[in-house]
């Protein structure tokens, strides 16, 4: 059974590259997250990651703008975490120090880089929720491992990288503890 506040909180995950433009994977993180809302849920966590993590987060912001009641909670593996993965653009890197600025709370596990660490991240944000938005192309990856973790853990998954996209119903089912993937 979820807590009230995991019942309003939402992770995302996904991967770094993804293989069509951003404006598409926006649109519909933009129509699950409006249909989530209506669910209830007010607290969304992204991993500071670029590609998918950046994008839901910045969804979040722009869902923020007309509904002031929902947070972003970044939950960061380790300080700087960029500097692990050393080939982020400028742009990159502009975008993250945006929404490190923009975050309502700013969680960090580890002083720096180690094993398992990104592993770590993922846990926390899946224990935190009741519900996984994803995009996963390859269940071997980060994302997959964390879809994993949120099915096993009984939280809704939606994988918006299926296609057409599993987005969210408009209303919550009546148990929170199916995986609709």
């Given at each position: 059974?979820?807590?009230?506040?995991?019942?309003q909180t939402v992770c995302f995950?996904?991967?770094?590259?993804?293989?069509?433009?951003?404006?598409?994977?926006?649109?519909?993180?933009?129509?699950?997250?409006?249909?989530?809302?209506?669910?209830?849920?007010?607290?969304?966590?992204?991993?500071?990651?670029?590609?998918?993590?950046?994008?839901?987060?910045?969804?979040?912001?722009?869902?923020?703008?007309?509904?002031?009641?929902?947070?972003?909670?970044?939950?960061?593996?380790f300080p700087r975490q960029y500097?692990?993965?050393?080939?982020?653009?400028?742009?990159?890197?502009?975008?993250?120090?945006?929404?490190?600025?923009?975050?309502?709370?700013?969680?960090?596990?580890?002083?720096?880089?180690?094993?398992?660490?990104?592993?770590?991240?993922?846990?926390?944000?899946?224990?935190?929720?009741?519900?996984?938005?994803?995009?996963?192309?390859?269940?071997?990856?980060?994302?997959?491992?964390?879809?994993?973790?949120?099915?096993?853990?009984?939280?809704?998954?939606?994988?918006?990288?299926?296609?057409?996209?599993?987005?969210?119903?408009?209303?919550?089912?009546?148990?929170?503890?199916?995986?609709?993937?």
């Amino acid at each position: 059974m979820f807590t009230e506040a995991e019942l309003q909180t939402v992770c995302f995950t996904g991967h770094r590259l993804l293989p069509e433009s951003e404006t598409a994977v926006a649109a519909r993180l933009d129509l699950a997250l409006t249909r989530l809302y209506g669910w209830g849920c007010r607290c969304f966590c992204a991993g500071g990651a670029r590609g998918f993590d950046t994008l839901a987060a910045e969804a979040v912001l722009r869902l923020r703008r007309d509904r002031v009641d929902v947070r972003l909670h970044l939950v960061l593996p380790f300080p700087r975490q960029y500097t692990y993965e050393g080939d982020w653009t400028g742009e990159e890197l502009r975008r993250f120090r945006r929404l490190l600025e923009a975050a309502d709370r700013r969680e960090t596990l580890a002083e720096r880089y180690a094993y398992g660490v990104f592993r770590e991240r993922n846990r926390r944000m899946v224990d935190l929720s009741s519900v996984c938005v994803a995009y996963m192309l390859r269940s071997g990856s980060g994302a997959g491992q964390t879809v994993s973790m949120a099915r096993a853990a009984g939280l809704s998954v939606f994988n918006l990288a299926a296609v057409p996209g599993e987005l969210p119903p408009a209303e919550r089912p009546v148990t929170t503890e199916q995986t609709m993937f």
